[in-house]
């Protein structure tokens, strides 16, 4: 049973298209990789996915709990709720999600007391709790977030994203830009927070590596379409179409 | 006798698009039919379509043609049309692989690694981490690196871990590529009564064995294979 569905989805941004007829569907606890080049628009179907943008034509449906419908009969005000309490979205640079000129406590706190909290107390026991599950020093809660190295800026949005409980997460390539070692232990955070969550997730990335770690299911792009789809380990080592048998063998190995 | 995996007409060719649209043709009518308890050793030359084979019986290969039905939950599920999620189900409880190499993951110690089989089917960590621990003792990987990450560890330390991994559950079908490759013969002989203590708990066992004392040990069943001849 999907509870994210996108169907007939498409998309011109001026001549190009981003999106042709894509089609899609999400179970709950499922771990959903998008991969493809630049361009081929996997970031524009994140975020069409994501409600952050309109499509030319088709639909993104969404089960809140009485079954599938679609998000763009919410209303601004009914989409905004959603995306802050039971979807949560991860950006590539944490510097864009994040408020530099407040603290760590306080860009996590902000999505608590977003979310009805009240309790100042209880906010900031929550905020230090969700700074330690994301291997930064409690100690640092007072601190502001422009002192943080990419790595801690990235883990802190991890932690301001998934403060709220969502059940479905966005992430676009969220290790992208960080140093190698730094991207393996932000890769090792989200498995172990997306396992013990039990959270869904849509994730694009460019990097194979990244979604065999991470994802159940893979939807491969190219020129805005889906070319390729299945078990990730069955796409990558058995790909069937021509684009994505030159992405696999386009990997250095390790 | 119980049957828990039974396949047949397999068809599989490789089409290879960025060699000018090559194709090469690996499996063709190929079938196999595996008993609880009992082990079959997929034999032939290099080519032969051995690997291709156990990939496809995991889902791991999609077959162009043929069904592999899986005993699991008590009913015969195809896996060739199964959904992923049934697949993913499948492989959690029911179908065990063991591969030639680790693929080891930046930062997890080898014991987290060997105790995810269990704690993916809700065992309680505690005793998954103890659990795990034994095993890796019992192959040889002692308490100083359990706690590591095992991207440092020698080839045939990786390949314990990947045992251990493997062996931790009770697998009612265990395939295995290669199992006791980079062993010594103390390793392997303990991998060989790993795979009869399987066989006597009733798990139907498909591997491939380069090593012919290991298939003599281990072995009920010869599959031979043998590569597709291709006209001219």
Sequence with gaps: ??????????????????????????????????????????????????????????????????????????????????????????????????????????????????????????????????????????????????????????????????????????????????????????????????????LAVVLVTHDIGVARLLADRLIVMRHGRIVETGLTDQVLDDPHHEYTQLLVSSVLPA | MTVLLDASGLAKTFLLHLQGGARLEVLRRTGITAQAGACIALSGPSGAGKSTLLRALYGNYLVDAGSILIRHDGAMVDIVTAPPEQILEIRRRTLGYVSQFLRAMPRVPALDIVAAGLLDRGAEPEAAHEAARAMLERLGIGRRLQNLPPATFSGGEQQRVNLARAFICDWPILLLDEPTASLDNANRDIVIAMMREAKAKGAALIGIFHDEFVR???ADEILQLEPIGHDA
Excluded at chain 1, 29 to 54: M, Q, Y
């Design chain 2, 216 to 218: 003599d040990a281990i």
């Design chain 1, 1 to 198: 049973m999907n509870f994210l569905e996108a169907r007939d989805l498409c998309t011109n941004f001026g001549r190009i298209r981003a999106l042709d007829h894509v089609s899609l569907g999400l179970r709950r606890h499922e771990i959903l990789a998008i991969v493809g080049e630049s361009g081929s628009g996997k970031t524009t179907l994140l975020n069409t996915l994501a409600g952050r943008l309109t499509p030319d034509s088709g639909d993104v449906l969404f089960d809140r709990g009485a079954g599938l419908a679609p998000i763009s009969e919410l209303g601004e005000l009914g989409l905004r709720q959603l995306q802050r309490a039971q979807w949560g979205f991860i950006q590539q640079d944490p510097r864009q999600a994040l408020r530099l000129d407040i603290t760590a406590g306080g860009n996590i706190g902000e999505r608590l007391m977003a979310a009805g909290n009240r309790n100042y107390g209880d906010i900031r026991a929550e905020a230090a709790r969700w700074l330690a599950a994301v291997e930064i020093d409690p100690a640092r809660l007072d601190d502001l977030p422009k002192f943080f190295s990419g790595g801690m800026l990235q883990r802190l949005q991890i932690a301001a994203t998934l403060v709220t409980g969502p059940e479905l997460v966005f992430m676009d390539e969220p290790t992208g830009g960080l140093d190698v070692s730094v991207q393996a232990r932000i890769l090792d955070l989200i498995r172990g927070l997306v396992r013990k969550l039990g």
